[in-house]
């Protein structure tokens, strides 16, 4: 039982350093990752390391689109858009339901498309042998993949289900802080705005902190459903507030998780240090010497 909420606590404090490297934008999401895959140690297998962390973003985004459809739809049914800006919600529904379609189509098929992936980009000079030798813990990380989905679905829709409710906690977010700036909101409005939100956070990805692009876009999306800009710059700068909070933590979860990394290093060379000498001199002593 300890072991098991030492593995919940050190798997959150993981995601806190992921999500603190994320908001340099897209090579933080990157490195956030690949930290997270690092951390975890040599207890766990690699494979098994690069597989849930790519599982859980893999959760994460297509539940990004679940909500996305769903609040682009409600958009298109019961607000009033010029015909660009119901243009511009059409092409982005559009899009969250071919990405759902694909990822489905993908896991019920169990096409392998990470490790197509992997040798398409291996292919390229640039990246060639930086993947020599990967293309087999890239191969098992994607079979772990799909056995999650397929010998264990009552976990997996559990992780479909808490990504979900992730989610919900953000559009219950939007509805307090609407709340408090005294706008008339309610749920329905909240899961546009939030929808909406998502979309500005992936044009954001290329801008290192997403820096400007969330303040500007929450006052754009403001404006377009009757609020004022100034509640829209309001909402992002207390949700901006709420991110550089749990970065700091992350940051100090990163580095304090560094240090035992780096202990724990050490003491396992030492120990196996200690175990060569051991067979050395047990190998330079004469068997007739053990006999007598």
Partial sequence: MRDQEYFVCTTFAL?????????????GQVIGEAARVSLLGSDVPIANSISSVTLDRVLYIVTSAIVTLTGMIAALLLLSFSRMWRLHALLFALGAAVMLAASALALRRRWPIFSRAARAIGRITWFKGWLDG?????????????????????????????????????????????????????????????????LINTVGTFNPGNVGTYEG?????????????????????????????????GALCLIVMSKATRRSELARGEATGRANACDLLLSQIPCDSIQQ
């Fill in 15 to 27: 995601r806190l350093v992921s999500e603190a490297i994320a908001i340099l934008g897209l090579p």
């Fill in 134 to 198: 990967k293309h087999t813990v890239i191969e098992s990380a994607e079979r772990n993949l799909f056995d999650f989905y397929y010998e264990t679905p009552g976990p997996f829709w559990q992780s479909v289900a808490l990504n979900i409710a992730c989610h919900g906690t953000a559009i219950l977010e939007v509805y307090i802080l609407l709340g408090f700036m005294g706008a008339r909101g309610s749920l329905f409005l909240a899961l546009v705005l939030e929808a909406l939100t998502k």
């Fill in 217 to 249: 876009g929450n006052m754009i999306i403001f404006r377009l459903l009757g609020i004022s800009g100034a509640a829209g710059l309001t909402m992002a700068l207390c949700r901006r507030a709420r991110i550089l909070f749990w970065a700091a933590i």
